[in-house]
Each structure stands twice: as structure tokens, then as C-alpha cells.
């Protein structure tokens, strides 16, 4: 097996035993493969393990990959912030856009995405760690954005996304996960259709999927750690 074949396998193990700890399936949690700055080959080696959803932060990279990768039947997940000049590429070559958090991008998105095309899966990104710098709509104004994404006719709302802090001693690593839990369940029963959590990242999976996370985007584990000149470039795009 590839060294990206072993990470996998290590990584479903992970995913497996925190299900078992939080009395779960483990079907009940998608694996979402984050590629950014790797290449095609890296892809093209994880979907030979069984890996078909691969998740992208940059439009331009993600393109040239998956013009490399054509002939593989993938899931690409948009999951970095959305600018406006980046939506008709997003809602032309992405099948889920997870970092919605402003009414006009969702708009440029459905306005945007081909008829050819089944409506775009989108997650509503909410800032659950309080920190500014971060995206995300704050907790409180996501039940009006939720609303407004769930009308919009060429999308399709999933659910929420969350990038928490990074855990740090002495917190609870839990917290953030359960204001997300929260807030979903509270969308639901006002009679939204969501089914998805969108949380969890290499080194706090375990803590999403005992808050409930049903898809996690995992690159570090999976792929390896990115290099710093591989983030910098790719922090213009
Ligand atoms: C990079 C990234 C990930 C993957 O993070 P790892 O720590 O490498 O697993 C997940 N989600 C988003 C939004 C990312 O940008």
C-alpha cells in the first residue's frame, strides 16, 4: 500500500473509533479528503484507496487538478472563503461550496450555477470560536442567512460548517462543536431539511464527531503537512 493508502486506512480507524465512543455509526460520518497545495498525483493515489471526495480552498489550483483527473469520478467541495470574483468557477465546477456566509455570495452562486448542473450543495459557515478574524456568519445572525440560502431556488442548504480555534490545554475541545450541534438542531426543528455538520479537521476530529459532525475535511492526516511556501502562495488565490 501507498504511504497516502496507510494514512487513509489510519484516518477511517480514527473516524471508526470515535463513532464507537460516541455511540454512533460509522456511516454516519463523510470523510472529506482536503488536497489543497498537493498535486494531482496525490489525488489520483487516494482515490486508488477508495477516497472520492476531495475538498479544495483555491479555485485556480482545484481547476488544474481536476482537469488532471478527469477521467476519475470525483466529489470536489469548495471549502475555502468565498470571494465574489471566485463564484462562477465555484458554482461551475464544484459540487458543494461549504463557506457561506453572506447572502450575496449565496445569490452570485445560485445566480450563477449551470442549468446542466444539479443545484449546488452548500454549507452556511458560522464563526463558532467568537474570535474577529475568523469567517463565518456569528451564531446569531445564521438562523436569517440559513433562511435565506434554503429559498435561494439553484442551491441546495446541507447544513453548517465551522472552523473552531485550535484546541489549545486546558479548554474544552467539545465546546465550539456543541454551540454548532446546537444551532443545527435548532434550525431543524423550525423545519429546515439539514443533514450535514460540516466540523472536524486532523487534529480535532474525535471532539466533532462526539458533537455530532458528519462530515469531517481532513488533509494533514491524510496527505501530510503543507509546506509554508505552499501556503503563502496559495493565500493570494
Ligand atoms: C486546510 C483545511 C482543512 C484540513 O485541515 P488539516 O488540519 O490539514 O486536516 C479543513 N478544513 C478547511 C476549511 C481547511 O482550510
Same mark, same amino acid.
Given at each position: 500500500m501507498t504511504r497516502i493508502? +496507510?494514512?487513509? &486506512?489510519? $484516518?477511517?480507524?480514527?473516524?471508526?473509533?470515535a463513532c464507537t465512543l460516541a455511540g454512533r455509526d460509522a456511516g454516519t460520518v463523510a470523510l472529506l479528503a482536503v488536497s489543497k497545495t498537493f498535486d494531482a498525483d496525490a489525488v489520483r493515489e487516494?482515490?486508488?484507496?477508495?477516497q472520492r471526495a476531495f %475538498? *479544495? &480552498?483555491? $479555485?485556480?489550483?482545484?481547476?488544474?487538478k481536476q482537469a488532471m483527473l478527469r477521467d476519475l469520478r470525483l *466529489?470536489?467541495?469548495?471549502? %475555502?472563503?468565498?470571494?465574489? &470574483?471566485?463564484?462562477?468557477?465555484i458554482a461551475a465546477h464544484f459540487d458543494w461550496a461549504h463557506g457561506i456566509d453572506r447572502l450575496k455570495i449565496a445569490q452570485r452562486l445560485s445566480d450563477q450555477r449551470p442549468y446542466d448542473l444539479p443545484p449546488l450543495d452548500v454549507c452556511v459557515q458560522v464563526n463558532v470560536s467568537g474570535e474577529a478574524s475568523k469567517s463565518g456568519c456569528t451564531p446569531d445572525a445564521a438562523p436569517a442567512l440559513c433562511r435565506a440560502v434554503a429559498a435561494l431556488p439553484r442551491l441546495r442548504l446541507r447544513g453548517l460548517m465551522a472552523i473552531p480555534a485550535p484546541i489549545t490545554p486546558g479548554t474544552d475541545a467539545r465546546a465550539p462543536f456543541r454551540l454548532l450541534r446546537v444551532l443545527f *438542531?435548532?434550525?431543524?426543528? *423550525? @423545519?429546515?431539511?439539514?443533514?450535514?455538520?460540516?466540523?472536524?479537521?486532523s487534529e480535532d476530529l474525535e471532539a466533532a464527531i462526539m458533537e455530532g459532525s458528519t462530515m469531517v475535511?481532513? %488533509?494533514?492526516?491524510?496527505? @501530510?503537512?503543507?509546506?509554508?511556501?505552499? +501556503? +503563502? $502562495? +496559495?493565500?493570494?488565490a
Amino acid at each position: 500500500m501507498t504511504r497516502i493508502a +496507510d494514512r487513509l &486506512n489510519a $484516518v477511517r480507524a480514527r473516524i471508526e473509533r470515535a463513532c464507537t465512543l460516541a455511540g454512533r455509526d460509522a456511516g454516519t460520518v463523510a470523510l472529506l479528503a482536503v488536497s489543497k497545495t498537493f498535486d494531482a498525483d496525490a489525488v489520483r493515489e487516494a482515490a486508488a484507496a477508495g477516497q472520492r471526495a476531495f %475538498g *479544495e &480552498n483555491y $479555485v485556480q489550483e482545484a481547476l488544474a487538478k481536476q482537469a488532471m483527473l478527469r477521467d476519475l469520478r470525483l *466529489e470536489w467541495h469548495f471549502i %475555502g472563503p468565498i470571494q465574489s &470574483n471566485k463564484t462562477r468557477d465555484i458554482a461551475a465546477h464544484f459540487d458543494w461550496a461549504h463557506g457561506i456566509d453572506r447572502l450575496k455570495i449565496a445569490q452570485r452562486l445560485s445566480d450563477q450555477r449551470p442549468y446542466d448542473l444539479p443545484p449546488l450543495d452548500v454549507c452556511v459557515q458560522v464563526n463558532v470560536s467568537g474570535e474577529a478574524s475568523k469567517s463565518g456568519c456569528t451564531p446569531d445572525a445564521a438562523p436569517a442567512l440559513c433562511r435565506a440560502v434554503a429559498a435561494l431556488p439553484r442551491l441546495r442548504l446541507r447544513g453548517l460548517m465551522a472552523i473552531p480555534a485550535p484546541i489549545t490545554p486546558g479548554t474544552d475541545a467539545r465546546a465550539p462543536f456543541r454551540l454548532l450541534r446546537v444551532l443545527f *438542531e435548532s434550525l431543524k426543528a *423550525e @423545519g429546515l431539511a439539514l443533514d450535514t455538520i460540516s466540523a472536524g479537521m486532523s487534529e480535532d476530529l474525535e471532539a466533532a464527531i462526539m458533537e455530532g459532525s458528519t462530515m469531517v475535511r481532513i %488533509g494533514t492526516a491524510i496527505f @501530510g503537512s503543507r509546506t509554508r511556501a505552499s +501556503d +503563502d $502562495v +496559495d493565500s493570494r488565490a
